[in-house]
Structure formats: C-alpha cells, structure tokens
C-alpha cells in the first residue's frame, strides 16, 4: 500500500516517518513538498486561487503514484485540499480532521492553538463544521501565538516552546480541551507536562486514521 503526502514544510517530516514506521510500517510514505504554498499563505492571510491551483496540480501529481489514500499535512492550505481533494480517485485525508473529530466529541467549549495566523480561520471553521455535522452547538476560542513557527523553524526550540506553552495554558484555563492547530506543535509536548485539560495533536491521530481507512 502507498500514501503520498503533500507537505508545505519539512518541520513534520520526520515525525511523520517515524508515525509510519511505528504504527503501519508496510505502506510506502511518498512526499511532496512546497514551501512556496506556506510561505503565499502566510503572506496573503488565506488561499487564495494561486494556492488552489497548486494544490490541485499536486493532487494530480499524487495520482499518477497510484497510492491509497492522498494526506494533507497542512492546516493553513488544509481548505484548498478540501477543493483539491474533490479531484482524487482515492482515499483522502487532511490531517486536523481525526484531531478535530475527537475534541468535538469531548466537549463544547474548544481553544485552538495556533502559531501562524493564516492556520487559525481554517483549523476553526474545521471544528465548527464538524460539529454542524454533529449537530452539536460549539464555541471555538482562538489563540493565537503569532511568529512562533518562524522561531521555530530558525531553531530556537526552546523560545517557540515557551510561547506556545503560555498560550496552552491560557486556553486550559478557559475550555473542555485544547487543540494544537499545527503538526509541528508536537515539538512541546515532552516539556509541557501534566495538563488539566486534553491536549490534542494531529499527526498521531492522522495517521491512526490512516491506519484505519486502509484497514490495517
């Protein structure tokens, strides 16, 4: 079995590796990645058609592969898949989805971490949908740990942590569970240690869902 990831960083490669390797070592992880579709994003604020249009053509790219299920790793391009994913002829995924599943079933009052600002509209209005599907009445609390990512990304591990744990604990204070909008959000979790509330991730419960679409 094959799944191809369409990935617009490399911050959660390995991660997302190693979550393959763990969990279902038989199925071929093919990527493709395009820093260009974060950098736009996070320039414009939202997708825009230049973004869907890229999407869209790697959706294509990913066909050709012939894989079993086609996985966006990304929250801030996650509704450009949504268009793109229309497209595909097999098994899609955008990873927040499982993460978003599970905290409306959780509770109703849900705060969704962010570190880039173009993550947050998208990553709400996932869980908002979730729950009209549900038909359960929701309110979504944004917080918005802005630059984060770039702190990141540039290596100091130990500042993004920091911020990002002072916003985790402000939405602990004030929600039933607590989202991470990003996947490269993981990086904190061995230093954020006992929670009050649930703390949810997306690549573990994403690539559960793999394993389960695929029926392994």
Same mark, same amino acid.
Request: aromatic share 0%; charged share 35%.
């Given at each position: 079995m094959k799944v191809v990831l369409i990935h617009t960083s490399t911050v959660s490669l390995n991660e997302l590796k190693a979550l393959f390797k763990e969990l279902i070592p038989e199925v071929e992880m093919v990527n493709i990645i395009d820093d260009s579709l974060l950098e736009e994003v996070k320039t414009v604020g939202h997708i825009n058609s230049n973004i869907v249009s890229r999407m869209c053509s790697y959706v294509q790219i990913a066909k050709t592969l012939e894989p079993d299920l086609i996985l966006n790793q990304c929250s801030s391009v996650g509704e450009a898949f949504e268009i793109a994913r229309t497209q595909a002829d097999c098994k899609t995924l955008r990873i927040d989805e499982p993460m978003a599943e599970k905290a $409306?079933?959780?509770?109703s009052r849900i705060g969704v971490v962010a570190t880039v600002a173009s993550t947050v509209k998208p990553s709400c209005n996932l869980v908002r949908r979730v729950a009209k599907k549900r038909n359960k009445s929701v309110l979504v609390s944004e917080y918005l740990v802005d630059g984060a990512l770039d702190v990141l990304m540039s290596g100091d591990v130990e500042k993004h942590n920091a911020l990002v744990i002072d916003a985790i604990r402000q939405a602990e204070a004030e929600n039933d569970v607590v989202v991470l909008a990003q996947g490269s959000m993981t990086a904190i979790l061995p230093y954020l240690g006992e929670t009050e509330k649930p703390v949810l991730t997306?690549?573990?419960?994403?690539?559960?869902? $793999?394993?389960?679409s695929l029926g392994l």
């Open positions: $409306v079933s959780i509770g997306s690549p573990r419960l994403a690539v559960e869902r $793999v394993r389960e």
